[in-house]
């Protein structure tokens, strides 16, 4: 790596010493905004976004390889435009009740099981209740955290006033898979931490920098953002720059441990001595071999149908390029459905529109898990690589539970007990003692699975698990899809074992020392919910890869974020229907 120098610089770095100039000479300017600049800044984001949000959804499909006419453009529209812009709503929210913090004062605050001030941030609004029926988030703060002393462990980079702020400039170095994680991530830095950023896109989607550009023009107008295209010799200066004061980075561990430690036999030698090569914080969301845990219950012929689909989009969505992405199955060994469930997920991922696997080096990850993991079975896609799934016993080796595939392929795991609470407690232990990282986890259970095992016992029995967002009868993925919710791992890894990262991103509500997420969506989809007495309204949601409509009901619901409207439920509410 080189080092910056103020004369005689490498030609090939002087756009990056010309961008960290600028952001240095700003970054106080940045600081000292007021909330009502930073309001009307937010609002102008919004109006610049979303005359791109087609062109972006459209461009990232084709890129990815999504079929032409494909429902699958949808992933593109909710996990990029349509977030965007919930965090956009989600700061503006924030930042128009900060006097005083008035906006904790609509959110419901309970105390769990286990002591821990838990808040809801889902749902929140009328439009939540309507859009969202059903599904509902939690942040469980850390310890120490109350009701009373809420306020005081939130946003409390606001405590001080405006005129006292300094600035720092922070380097983002953005994802390459999943389109709304970089301007996500410099939304936190710039409006939760006042910080300015030069955002450093990844080569695999660079191609974003055009509409981000543009989207968010008003921050790059006030020399507050800075976006720049390059490979790991630009990452790697710009980290090491003197004028750089943090950095943020979403990716893989060996990334990570290579801008801290170094890289080969120096990397090692550092690590081992504890010795870090890099001499400033470092913020980061890294992968993990996340788990979802399938507890055994009364589920019927359309259960299995509805979870199948559920536990395919942990998988596919994305194509299997997801850090959360579900990884490693469990399952209950003696489960009379286990058979049916994994046929059916099967036949839901055999059945998809084909891509092909667009994320460099899947081809690679996929012939080493083929090579090395027990008893595959190849989940045909047919003009496409399969989606590989092997099964996880004493025999096995530990690669695929210390490893991220990164790719469409997972593990399944069997624990022999019958009795939901000793299975689900035994899965648990499973997950934490034995499994890479701590970014997600999902649980998939049977309303009457949590009642015989008790909704006191269910919440002391995931107190035990150890992720930064755990789904209910959800992906953890959705925890990602709502910027109220803090996004990281679970807290405590260091840069010595770093895991799935250190720190949160997102947090439009700013708390200050979140633990976790919990999200949960119903059991049943709407209109056959009602059988079961369930009043909630969400049918197949929009996130699910068989969902037939999503493109259409990810393209109206970012038109609805920019603009709340009652006049534009029917279309919503018609297309979810229709999905």
């Not at 845990?293 to 536990?311: R, S």
Request: aromatic share 8%; glycine share 8%.
């Amino acid at each position: 790596m080189l080092s910056p120098k103020t004369e005689g610089v490498n030609p090939a770095f002087a756009e990056m010493d010309q961008a960290v100039a600028e952001l240095t000479a700003a970054k106080d300017t940045w600081a000292k905004t007021t909330n009502a600049q930073r309001i009307t800044v937010l609002s102008e984001i919004k109006d610049r976004l979303m005359p791109v949000a087609q062109d972006w959804a459209e461009t990232a499909a084709r890129k990815k390889g999504i079929p032409e006419g494909s429902a699958l453009v949808g992933e593109e529209w909710i996990s990029g435009p349509y977030t965007v812009m919930s965090a956009c709503n989600g700061l503006l929210q924030t930042l128009s009740h900060m006097e005083g913090k008035t906006f904790l004062n609509s959110l419901k605050k309970r105390q769990t099981v286990g002591g821990q001030t838990a808040v809801r941030v889902l749902p929140h609004s009328i439009w939540d209740h309507l859009l969202l029926s059903g599904v509902s988030a939690e942040v469980w703060m850390q310890r120490g955290v109350t009701p009373e002393n809420l306020a005081a462990n939130t946003a409390s980079s606001y405590d001080a006033p405006v005129d006292s702020r300094t600035g720092k400039v922070t380097l983002v170095l953005g994802a390459g898979n999943i389109a709304a994680i970089a301007p996500l991530d410099v939304l936190d830095k710039l409006f939760n931490e006042h910080h300015v950023v030069i955002l450093k896109m990844n080569p695999v989607n660079d191609y974003l920098a055009e509409f981000l550009t543009a989207a968010l023009k008003p921050l790059i107008d006030m020399d507050a953002l800075r976006i720049v295209k390059g490979g790991a010799d630009v990452g790697g200066y710009l980290c090491e720059h003197a004028n750089v004061d943090d950095i943020h980075i979403t990716g893989s561990g060996a990334s990570h441990d290579a801008i801290v430690w170094g890289v080969g036999e120096e990397g090692i030698r550092n690590k081992t001595a504890g010795t870090p090569k890099l001499n400033k914080p470092i913020t980061s969301e890294l992968g993990a071999v996340c788990p979802t845990i399938v507890v055994p219950g009364p589920w019927t012929a359309a259960d299995l149908q509805f979870q199948a689909e559920n536990i395919a989009t942990q998988k596919m969505h994305n194509s299997g390029f997801n850090c959360v992405a579900c990884q490693m199955l469990v399952l209950p060994k003696n489960w009379e459905k286990k058979d049916k469930l994994i046929s059916t997920i099967e036949k839901v991922i055999s059945g998809m529109d084909p891509r092909q696997p667009y994320y460099p080096g899947a081809a690679d990850r996929l012939a080493k898990f083929e090579k090395n993991a027990d008893n595959v079975v190849k989940f045909d896609r047919g003009p496409v690589p399969a989606c590989l799934v092997g099964s996880d016993t004493d025999q096995s080796s530990d690669m695929y539970r210390n490893e991220e595939v990164f790719a469409p392929a997972m593990t399944i795991h069997e624990i022999n007990a019958t009795d939901p609470a000793t299975y689900l407690r035994a899965a648990v232990k499973y997950a934490d003692d034995n499994l890479y990282g701590t970014l997600g986890s999902n649980i998939v259970i049977h309303p009457k699975t949590v009642q015989q095992i008790g909704k006191a016992q269910f919440e002391e029995i995931i107190t035990e698990l150890r992720y930064g967002t755990i789904a209910i009868n959800t992906w953890s993925g959705l925890g990602f899809l709502t910027p109220a919710c803090p996004w990281g791992a679970f807290p405590g890894h260091t840069l010595q074992d770093v895991q799935s990262g250190i720190g949160f991103a997102h947090n439009t509500y700013m708390f200050d020392k979140p633990e976790r997420v919990i999200v949960r969506a119903p059991w049943r989809p709407f209109p056959r919910n009602l059988l079961s007495g369930d009043l909630t309204l969400l049918p197949k949601p929009p996130w699910f890869v068989t969902n037939k409509k999503q493109h259409k009901v990810g393209m109206l619901l970012t038109r609805f974020q920019h603009t709340p409207s009652f006049l534009k439920l029917p279309r919503i509410f018609l297309n979810a229907l229709l999905g």
